[in-house]
T-cell receptor, first 115, second 114 residues
Framework: GAGVSQSPRYKVAKRGQDVALRCDPI?????LFWYQQALGQGPEFLTY????????KSGLPSDRFFAERPEGSVSTLKIQRTQQEDSAVYLC?????????????FGPGTRLTVT | GQNIDQPTEMTATEGAIVQINCTYQ??????LFWYQQHAGEAPTFLSY????GLEEKGRFSSFLSRSKGYSYLLLKELQMKDSASYLC???????????????FGKGTKLSVIP
């Protein structure tokens, strides 16, 4: 079946531009996570949704970062006025409420390069 | 807060066995995970331990000691395709927000050589 998909796969932005990154989770998955992965590092938590509710945004690095999931399925991570330190891979993961809720399924990520 | 340590790099020979260690310090504990990540790809789930002991799944096994804050991932009969980064991650006790977020280590880059 279809896994988690993300678009675009690659994004180059000039410093100061706004970007929007999209995540399509596995159909029916209640939980959705965004992580940021810098080169050579492990993923770092950004924010968590349960259905349409953003229950935890403690990992968002600044108020330039904003995430939404208005209908409880697709999610968008928006970064305003991008800075060079925002360059990273942005990973989306989803998990179900039943079965194995502890298993998070990751998408391929969006590689953002800010020039 | 949480702190997770694992070796940065390891090299092993095809057909051999390798053990990747992970130590963690956390204010709470609700499970330890191992993920495999090939370069440029998404992390894929390998194993989950919440109780002490060994979990075996084919060529891969994972061990947990909660009292020692220690886990290891054991890979047997190494194959060239096992060359990847292996990420140790801990899930803390649920926060008030009910988040199941994972805290990852920096990953261990394993190189399998002929």
């Amino acid at each position: 079946g279809a896994g988690v998909s993300q678009s675009p796969r690659y994004k180059v932005a000039k410093r100061g531009q706004d970007v929007a990154l999209r995540c399509d989770p596995i159909s029916g998955h209640v939980s959705l996570f965004w992580y940021q992965q810098a080169l050579g590092q492990g993923p770092e938590f950004l924010t968590y949704f349960q259905n349409e509710a953003q229950l935890d945004k403690s990992g968002l690095p600044s108020d330039r970062f904003f995430a939404e999931r208005p209908e409880g399925s697709v999610s968008t991570l928006k970064i305003q006025r991008t800075q060079q330190e925002d360059s990273a891979v942005y990973l989306c993961a989803s998990s179900s409420s039943g079965g194995k809720p502890y298993e998070q399924y990751f998408g391929p990520g969006t590689r953002l390069t800010v020039t | 807060g949480q702190n997770i340590d694992q070796p940065t790099e390891m090299t092993a020979t095809e057909g051999a066995i390798v053990q990747i260690n992970c130590t963690y310090q956390t204010s709470g504990f609700n499970g330890l995970f191992w993920y495999q990540q090939h370069a440029g790809e998404a992390p894929t789930f390998l194993s989950y331990n919440v109780l002490d002991g060994l979990e075996e799944k084919g060529r891969f096994s994972s061990f947990l000691s909660r009292s020692k804050g220690y886990s290891y991932l054991l890979l047997k009969e190494l194959q060239m395709k096992d060359s990847a980064s292996y990420l140790c991650a801990v899930r803390a006790l649920e926060s008030g927000a009910g988040s199941y977020q994972l805290t990852f280590g920096k990953g261990t880059k394993l190189s399998v050589i002929p």
